[in-house]
């Protein structure tokens, strides 16, 4: 329904357009922030960290968040977000479930109880809307974070990773992002060209596949430096900041892959691995 701008002030202020809370400040200091009613891409190649920042990210948000986990299955999820919560390797979660004794986590896991999973390999557009409502039945809200982990698994007509599938995937995700007042982070694939195959530059706003950059409001492409203790991030579209599209602009967050753990400072990252395991 058509309306004037001023009643746009009085209508859904509490969510659409609203800023996500700042989780990490060295990206706000970048200018980069995460709004309700529009869609980032967080686009990387394979391994470069993407499911990392983005479970990390929704754990520290602490809003209402529905994690359509179609990549990750449900006990890999179980395991990298108490390890994440907790500060414990990947591999001692796995073991303490495994060996019968996963109480121990139960208090961590209390952190992600804000966060609902779903795990459909190949979700439909009309699985996520059902998610979608389900959610808002269950909250009496709809989802104000809505994370898609990642693109290339959703099916559309049966085959999703066409080129005309991507790009009906991200105007779905823009009208999802509108009509529900949600914030969109939507997980995609980079080329692994050679030159930023090395992981010690962000890939180029270019370097995404399937053309399909138009759409999203915010877009990050990431990589791991070669030393593995740095996720550098870079803004290559930011319609509301300052962008590089050629990702030579990163910003970096110190990381323990192992313990799914992103830090802001070197102290934090330090203290990190005197952690016993």
Not at 81 to 97: L, N, P, R, Y
Not at 109 to 123: G, M, N, R, V, Y
Not at 252 to 277: F, I, N, Q
Request: hydrophobic content about 40%; charged content about 20%; some cysteine.
């Amino acid at each position: 329904m058509a309306h004037t701008l001023s009643r746009s002030l009085h209508r859904r202020t509490d969510d659409t357009g609203a800023p996500l809370p700042c989780v990490f400040p060295s990206l706000e200091a970048a200018g980069i922030r995460f709004r309700r009613g529009q869609v980032a891409m967080i686009a990387g190649v394979p391994g470069s960290g993407k499911t990392m920042l983005a479970l990390g990210y929704t754990i520290r948000a602490k809003v209402p968040s529905l994690y359509v986990s179609a990549d990750s299955d449900e006990w890999t999820q179980l395991v990298r977000t108490v390890a994440s919560i907790s500060g414990s390797t990947v591999d001692k979660v796995d073991e303490v479930f495994r060996g019968g004794a996963g109480e121990l986590f139960l208090p961590d896991l209390d952190e992600a109880k804000h966060i609902w999973f779903t795990f459909d390999p190949s979700p439909t557009l009309e699985d996520i809307h059902l998610d979608i409502e389900a959610f808002t039945e269950m909250w009496g809200q709809p989802p104000a974070l809505l994370i898609i982990d990642t693109l290339m698994n959703i099916e559309v007509d049966g085959d999703g990773v066409e080129l005309t599938g991507m790009r009906q995937i991200v105007r779905a995700m823009h009208h999802f992002a509108r009509h529900y007042g949600c914030a969109v982070w939507l997980l995609h694939h980079c080329s692994e060209a050679s030159e930023w195959g090395s992981g010690d530059r962000c890939p180029p706003r270019a370097a995404i596949q399937g053309k399909v950059s138009q759409l999203p409001e915010i877009i990050l492409t990431i990589a791991q430096d070669s030393t593995k203790r740095h996720l550098m991030m870079c803004a290559v579209k930011n319609r509301n900041g300052p962008a590089w599209p050629r990702g030579d602009h990163p910003v970096s967050l110190y990381v323990r892959p192992e313990r799914m753990g992103l830090y802001e400072d070197c102290m934090s990252w330090t203290a990190a691995g005197e952690c016993s395991s």
